[in-house]
């Protein structure tokens, strides 16, 4: 789906953090598949009040003097966006038409991965692999993440991932780009919440070719009830890169696909 569109994908607010809960399809495949989404709450931080000077060293901030000042702040992120909740359903086997032979009912929290992408339908999941370099770097251009501070390359600049499949095909730990979320609203020491770029094209782009661009799956690593960035328990968390454009004002839409190991 191109950026902006809504409908079948999924559309997050600008800067919103989105929780909701991911229901398994009826059918697991020997890849993964689309997951059915249901909205719970959203959130996002308010404006905050600005801070008085006048006053220093025992008298007001009066004319003539220069005064020494350091400043910090916390700013919203409109360039990107979170997503976190639970994952539930089943393992089945049903026929082309979804007919129930029989299916198993999962007790607690599944294993394996939340997937989430601009293209749906279209991913070549044979083909997955962990993103080239140049396959981020077009990332960020295609989206207009310009700023090397937080860009996509920056933001998933560790390669710390643990070992996990899609479908057939093995991703070796230590070999991708990988973020760890927060934990009790600090940084993760905790290697939990993973989040890996994978790419499914087929050879390596030029630096900001967007014509033969493939997919960048954004891959969250299910956990089993972990306490989450609020201190609540949760199955997966994850972050998705918005249009970085100051002038931007709509929505990106993704899909989301799931994968039960």
């Known amino acids: 789906m191109a950026t902006g569109q809504t409908g079948a994908g999924l559309s997050g607010g600008l800067f919103a953090s989105v929780l909701f809960l991911i229901v398994l399809a009826a059918v697991v495949y020997s890849e993964p598949f689309g997951a059915t989404i249901t909205y719970i709450a959203n959130t996002t931080k308010g404006a905050t009040n600005g801070s008085i000077a006048n006053y220093t060293g025992g008298g007001t901030s009066s004319g003539g003097y220069i005064f020494y000042t350091n400043i910090s702040g916390t700013q919203q992120n409109l360039r990107w966006k979170g997503f976190v909740g639970n994952v539930s359903g089943k393992l089945t086997l049903d026929d082309a038409s979804g007919n ?3 299916d198993w009912s999962i007790v607690g929290s599944p294993t394996g991965e939340v997937y989430a992408t601009r293209t749906g339908g279209t991913v070549n999941w044979s083909a997955i692999k962990c993103a080239y370099p140049n396959a981020t770097y077009s990332e960020n251009f295609r989206l207009n993440h310009t700023s090397p501070t937080d860009n996509i390359t920056a933001t998933f600049s560790a390669s710390t991932n643990k070992q996990f499949n899609v479908g057939t095909v093995t991703i070796s730990a230590n070999t991708c780009n990988t973020t760890n979320l927060y934990v009790n609203d600090t940084i ?14 087929p050879s390596l782009l030029l630096t900001n070719e967007t014509y033969n661009m493939s997919n960048v799956i954004y891959t969250a690593l299910i956990e089993q009830d972990v306490s989450s960035f609020d201190a609540k328990t949760y199955d997966f968390q994850m972050i998705l890169p918005e249009v970085g454009l100051s002038t931007w004002t709509s929505s990106t839409a993704y899909y989301f696909f799931i994968e039960l190991t």
Do not use: A
């Not at 993760?188 to 094209?201: I, K, Q, R």
């Open 100 to 102: 129930t032979l029989y």
């Open 188 to 201: 993760n020491g905790l290697d939990t919440f993973e989040e890996v770029l994978l790419y499914d094209g």
